[in-house]
C-alpha cells in the first residue's frame, strides 16, 4: 500500500519555491489532514478551508495563497473535496480554481460559497463546466455572480453529465424579465443528470416558476429543489402543486419566505393528499400562511405517509393549527425531528415553540460544539445524500 504525501511538508516547500508567505489556518488544516491514518486517504478526503470557522484561529485564503495550495493539490489526487466558503477570493482565484479543475479528474465537489468572485470570476467556472468530466457538486451561491455567469452554466449544463448539486443562490440580478430562469428552464429539459439545484433569491416570480414546471415535467432527475426567499405567490404555486399532482421523482421542496399564503398552501396540500406520494420534505417557513392553509397541510399528512418532514415556523398559527400539528405529533404521523414546532399547554390551550430544525440550518455555519452531523437540523443530508458538501 503506497505512502501518502505529507501535505504540509508540500505546502512549505512550494511557499518557499513561490516567494510566498505560509498562511497559517492553511498550514494547520494540512497538518491535520496528514493526521488521517491510509485508509481514509484510500477513500478519498475533503479539506475544508472555511473562512468563516470559529474552531481555529483563521487568516483567510487569498488569491496569492491559493495559488499554493493549488500547486500542492496537482499531487494530491486523493484530495476529493475542497472547501473554501467565505475566505477573500476574487475573479483572479475563481480564474486560478477553475483553471486547475479544467484539467483536475479527482475533486468531486467545490465550495466557493461567499467568495465575491462577481460575474467574471462566475464566468471561470461556466467554462470550466464545459470541459470537467468528473466533479459531481459545485457551490457558487452568495459569490455575486450575474446575469452572464447564470446563462453560461445553464448552457455548460445542458451539456455537462457529471454534476448532480449545483447552488446558483443570490446572483446580482438588475432585471426583472427573469431571462436567467428561463434558460435555468431550458437546460432542466435536457439534463439529465442533475439531482440537486438551489435558486435561492433569484428575484424569481410566478412567471419564472411557470416555466421551471414546464421544464420539469421532461426532467426525471432532480430530487431537490431550492426556491427558498423568491417573490412566489399562491398564483405561482398553482403550477408546483399541479406538477406535484404528476412528477415522481421531487423528494424536497424549498419553498421558504415566500408569499404563498393560504391560496397555495391549499393548492399544495391538494397534490399531496390525492397524488404524490415522493415528495419527502416540504418548507413552507415565513409564508405568510394562516390557519386554512396550515391546517390543510396537515390533513394531507394523516392520507400522505410519504411526506416525513414539515416546516412551518413564521406563519400565523391559530389554535386550529396548533391542534392540528399537536394531533399529528401525539399520534406518531409527524416526529420532532422532522419539524420546526413543538406543542406546549398553557391553561388548557396548546401553543408551538420553535425548534431548531431544518432542511439546511447550517449551511452558513458551522457549531463550535459539534461536527455537522446532526440530522434534525440538516433534513435534507439524510433524505439526498448528494447535498453533503452543498
Known amino acids: ?20 508567505p505560509e498562511n497559517p489556518f492553511i498550514a494547520h488544516v494540512l497538518q491535520e489532514a496528514d493526521k488521517n491514518d491510509e485508509i481514509i486517504w484510500t477513500k478519498g478526503f475533503t479539506l475544508k478551508i472555511a473562512g468563516n470557522s470559529h474552531l481555529v484561529p483563521v487568516q483567510r485564503v487569498t488569491d496569492d495563497s491559493l495559488q499554493v495550495l493549488v500547486s500542492v493539490l496537482r499531487t494530491a489526487a486523493f484530495v476529493t473535496g475542497l472547501d473554501l466558503r467565505y475566505n477573500v477570493l476574487t475573479d483572479a482565484g475563481a480564474k486560478t480554481m477553475a483553471t486547475f479543475l479544467q484539467g483536475n479528474k479527482t475533486l468531486l465537489h467545490m465550495r466557493m460559497t461567499g467568495n465575491k468572485i462577481g460575474d467574471k470570476g462566475g464566468m471561470f467556472f461556466a467554462s470550466m463546466l464545459q470541459i470537467n468530466s468528473t466533479l459531481e457538486k459545485l457551490d457558487l451561491g452568495d459569490c455575486d455572480i450575474g446575469v452572464q455567469c447564470l446563462i453560461a452554466t445553464a448552457a455548460a449544463l445542458n451539456q455537462n453529465k457529471s454534476v448532480k448539486a449545483i447552488n446558483l443562490n443570490r446572483p446580482l440580478l438588475f432585471s426583472q424579465e427573469e431571462e436567467t430562469t428561463l434558460h435555468l428552464a431550458l437546460m432542466l429539459k435536457n439534463n439529465s443528470s442533475l439531482v440537486e439545484l438551489h435558486l435561492c433569491k433569484h428575484e424569481m416570480k410566478n412567471f419564472g416558476v411557470e416555466r421551471l414546471c414546464e421544464a420539469l415535467y421532461e426532467n426525471s432527475s432532480v430530487r431537490y429543489l431550492n426556491l427558498a426567499c423568491n417573490k412566489i405567490t399562491s398564483d405561482g404555486v398553482k403550477f408546483l402543486g399541479k406538477l406535484l399532482k404528476w412528477n415522481q421523482t421531487l423528494q424536497i421542496l424549498d419553498l421558504n419566505a415566500n408569499q404563498i399564503e393560504d391560496d397555495g398552501a391549499v393548492y399544495l396540500s391538494e397534490a399531496l393528499a390525492l397524488y404524490n406520494r415522493t415528495l419527502q420534505a416540504l418548507s413552507v417557513v415565513s409564508n405568510n400562511i394562516s390557519g386554512k392553509g396550515l391546517v390543510a397541510l396537515s390533513e394531507a399528512m394523516k392520507t400522505n405517509t410519504e411526506l416525513s418532514c414539515i416546516y412551518i415556523w413564521g406563519n400565523k398559527f391559530d389554535e386550529a393549527t396548533c391542534m392540528a400539528l399537536s394531533e399529528l405529533i401525539q399520534m406518531g404521523r409527524l416526529k420532532l425531528n422532522c419539524t420546526d414546532v413543538e406543542p406546549y399547554e398553557v391553561d388548557g390551550h396548546i401553543y408551538l415553540a420553535e425548534l431548531s430544525h431544518g432542511l439546511q440550518k447550517h449551511y452558513y455555519w458551522t457549531p463550535s460544539y459539534w461536527a455537522v452531523t446532526k440530522k434534525d437540523a440538516n433534513a435534507s443530508l439524510a433524505i439526498a445524500a448528494v447535498s453533503e458538501y452543498l
Open 1 to 20: 500500500m503506497s505512502v501518502c504525501p505529507d501535505l504540509h511538508q508540500h505546502y512549505v516547500q512550494v511557499c518557499q519555491n513561490l516567494g510566498q
